[in-house]
């Protein structure tokens, strides 16, 4: 059973840390109006940063000489009005560049070159607005990746990925895609832990400056100590974890960003509210009230973690109200519209934190 500990807070811990909102593939989708309020919620709450998917689907869907780049711009520009940093997560094949017999929009790319061509085209035209900071695909750990996912293809198209924006910005932030936190089953998953080791050994380290990793905990703490390790403490502990596998390839100096962490409200078992109901068989969301206590207990405990530069809160509304999906209610706020108590506990709790506005220097090499 877990034992729920007093998180730090950044004041004890002495340092701040980048705070950031997760909203995925929705903004593109907005009107003007609605992509404003979405925007200036993050300000609102006192967020520092954005991360967006610019999905290789939605800007090249009819074809490698069609580009609708004015769907991203909008973000960007939007982004930058309110002084927000945008980190974009380059994802998700078009159909006429998905491996062979793959029909999902997370197929793996059937030419590397068609990919880097991509990101080097997106950075050509983000970096003068601003833009320095990408993260190279989602989730490559799992089937996100298909047909299944593959370390040494996943390398390839970091490596190359890299090099090209850095070609058109050198000193571009590059973020390995945030790896899922699960066991390997068959050949649908991958550990968090063996993925990280399997790419590093091919050389990876050199091209990225920072690790992205999605603990999700719920229902249970990021804080939390528990005799089966959550996401969030495959970071430290446990015989494999993280850390050891940074430190076993000579990558001390990479550093992590949570891009994605949260917990849904809704969905088709229980919720849970903390305590004893946590180990409850059909737990499968939480209630508002737990989300909120979630929110507080992950910017705490992450500025109070030296490895952990960043952490993203996903997401910013609930997708539906369906509750056969329990992902269609990450949201800080209702489908309505309405605020969840966490909306306003998560702005609490970066204020606490402090959150820099510049952006983040992360180690590098000597």
């Known amino acids: 059973m877990p034992t729920e500990k007093t998180a730090h807070t950044a004041a004890q811990a002495g340092r701040a840390i980048n705070a950031g909102l997760a909203y995925g593939d929705t903004l593109v989708w907005m009107s003007d109006k609605r992509l404003g309020q979405a925007l200036d919620d993050a300000v609102t709450i006192g967020v520092k940063w954005i991360r967006v998917d610019l999905s290789w689907q939605d800007i090249q869907y009819d074809g490698r000489d069609s580009y609708r780049w004015d769907r991203f711009d909008r973000i960007v520009r939007a982004a930058t009005k309110r002084h927000l940093q945008v980190l974009p997560t380059i994802s998700y094949t078009p159909p006429w560049a998905r491996t062979s017999g793959c029909d999902d929009l997370r197929c793996s790319p059937k030419n590397t070159k068609e990919f880097t061509k991509f990101a080097s085209e997106a950075a050509h035209r983000y970096a003068p607005m601003g833009v320095h900071a990408w993260e190279i695909w989602n989730e490559p750990n799992i089937l996100f990746w298909r047909p299944a996912p593959n370390p040494a293809?996943?390398?390839?198209?970091?490596?190359?990925?890299?090099?090209?924006?850095?070609?058109?910005?050198?000193?571009?932030?590059?973020?390995?895609?945030?790896?899922?936190?699960?066991?390997?089953?068959?050949?649908?998953?991958?550990?968090?832990?063996?993925?990280?080791?399997?790419?590093?050994?091919?050389?990876?380290?050199?091209?990225?400056?920072?690790?992205?990793?999605?603990?999700?905990?719920?229902?249970?703490?990021?804080?939390?100590?528990?005799?089966?390790?959550?996401?969030?403490?495959?970071?430290?502990?446990?015989?494999?974890?993280?850390?050891?596998?940074?430190?076993?390839?000579?990558?001390?100096?990479?550093?992590?960003?949570?891009?994605?962490?949260?917990?849904?409200?809704?969905?088709?078992?229980k919720a849970a509210n903390g305590g004893v109901d946590l180990a409850q068989h059909g737990i499968t969301h939480v209630t508002e009230k737990r989300q909120a206590t979630i929110a507080v207990d992950t910017m705490t405990t992450a500025a109070a973690d030296p490895l952990i530069d960043a952490v993203f809160w996903y997401s910013h509304r609930d997708l539906s109200t369906n509750k056969e999906e329990r992902t269609n209610f990450f949201g800080l706020r209702r489908a309505d519209g309405t605020a969840k108590p966490a909306f306003g506990a998560l702005r609490s709790a970066i204020q606490s934190i402090q959150a820099p506005s510049q952006k983040p220097e992360p180690a590098k090499s000597d």
Request: hydrophobic residues 35%; charged residues 25%.
């Open 153 to 269: 293809a996943y390398t390839k198209l970091l490596k190359a990925s890299s090099t090209a924006i850095r070609e058109i910005d050198p000193s571009a932030v590059i973020i390995m895609g945030g790896l899922a936190s699960n066991k390997t089953r068959g050949t649908s998953k991958i550990a968090e832990y063996e993925f990280l080791d399997s790419v590093l050994k091919l050389g990876a380290a050199d091209y990225v400056d920072a690790v992205a990793f999605h603990p999700y905990t719920y229902p249970y703490l990021p804080s939390d100590e528990t005799d089966f390790r959550t996401g969030w403490e495959k970071i430290h502990s446990g015989k494999e974890s993280l850390q050891k596998v940074l430190e076993r390839n000579g990558a001390q100096r990479l550093h992590i960003w949570i891009t994605e962490t949260g917990a849904p409200t809704g969905g088709p078992g």
